[in-house]
C-alpha cells in the first residue's frame, strides 16, 4: 500500500469515527460480515468494556495510527513487540507509546484475551488515546495518553 492510500485510508477511518461518535452511534462496520473482527469493531468492544468500568471511551488519535499496519505485519511475522521502540522512533517522535498484542476470531474474544492478561488489562484502564488494526484474527492495538 503507498503512502498517499495509507493516508487516505486513515483519514476515513479518522472521519468514519469522528462521524460515529458525535452522531452519538457507535461505529460499528462489518457488523453483517463473517470473519474476523476489524479493528473499529474491536474498538467498540474495548469502549463497551471501558464503559462497564466507568471509564470514558477511548480517543482515536490520529499519530498512532501512523503506519499501524506494519506493526500488524510485524506482529504476524514475529508474534512479538520486536521493533517497537524502531517504529515509533520512526513514525511517532515524541510519543509515549504502549502496544498491545493477541489472536481472536471475534472482537469480544480479542478484548477477553487482553482482560485475562493483568499487564494488558492495565493499559486499557490507564490509557486514553489508541489505534486498532485487526485482520485476520490479529489485533494490534497501539496505546497513549
Same mark, same amino acid.
Given at each position: 500500500?503507498?503512502?498517499?492510500?495509507?493516508?487516505?485510508?486513515? %483519514? #476515513?477511518? *479518522?472521519?468514519?469515527?469522528? %462521524?460515529?461518535?458525535?452522531?452519538?452511534?457507535?461505529? $460499528?462496520?462489518?457488523? #453483517?460480515? *463473517?470473519? &474476523?473482527?476489524?479493528?473499529?469493531? #474491536?474498538?467498540?468492544?474495548?469502549?463497551? !468494556?471501558? &464503559?462497564?468500568?466507568?471509564?470514558?471511551?477511548?480517543?482515536? @488519535?490520529?499519530?498512532?495510527?501512523?503506519?499501524? *499496519?506494519?506493526?500488524?505485519?510485524?506482529?504476524? *511475522?514475529?508474534?512479538?513487540?520486536?521493533?517497537?521502540?524502531?517504529?515509533?522512533?520512526?513514525?511517532?517522535?515524541? %510519543?509515549? #507509546? !504502549?502496544?498491545?498484542?493477541?489472536?481472536?476470531?471475534? $472482537?469480544?474474544?480479542?478484548?477477553?484475551?487482553?482482560?485475562?492478561?493483568?499487564?494488558?488489562?492495565?493499559?486499557?484502564?490507564?490509557?486514553?488515546?489508541?489505534?486498532? @488494526?485487526?485482520?485476520?484474527? %490479529?489485533?494490534? $492495538?497501539?496505546?497513549?495518553?
Amino acid at each position: 500500500m503507498s503512502k498517499k492510500s495509507i493516508i487516505i485510508v486513515s %483519514l #476515513v477511518v *479518522a472521519l468514519t469515527f469522528f %462521524l460515529g461518535r458525535y452522531s452519538m452511534n457507535r461505529v $460499528a462496520i462489518n457488523e #453483517v460480515k *463473517a470473519g &474476523y473482527p476489524t479493528g473499529y469493531d #474491536v474498538l467498540n468492544e474495548l469502549n463497551d !468494556y471501558r &464503559y462497564e468500568l466507568n471509564l470514558p471511551d477511548f480517543e482515536l @488519535y490520529q499519530p498512532l495510527c501512523n503506519n499501524i *499496519a506494519s506493526r500488524w505485519q510485524s506482529y504476524k *511475522a514475529n508474534n512479538s513487540h520486536k521493533g517497537l521502540q524502531e517504529f515509533v522512533d520512526s513514525y511517532m517522535s515524541g %510519543l509515549s #507509546v !504502549y502496544e498491545i498484542l493477541t489472536s481472536g476470531n471475534t $472482537a469480544q474474544e480479542t478484548v477477553q484475551n487482553w482482560k485475562g492478561s493483568p499487564s494488558h488489562d492495565l493499559g486499557i484502564r490507564t490509557y486514553s488515546k489508541i489505534c486498532v @488494526y485487526s485482520d485476520d484474527g %490479529l489485533s494490534v $492495538a497501539l496505546l497513549s495518553n
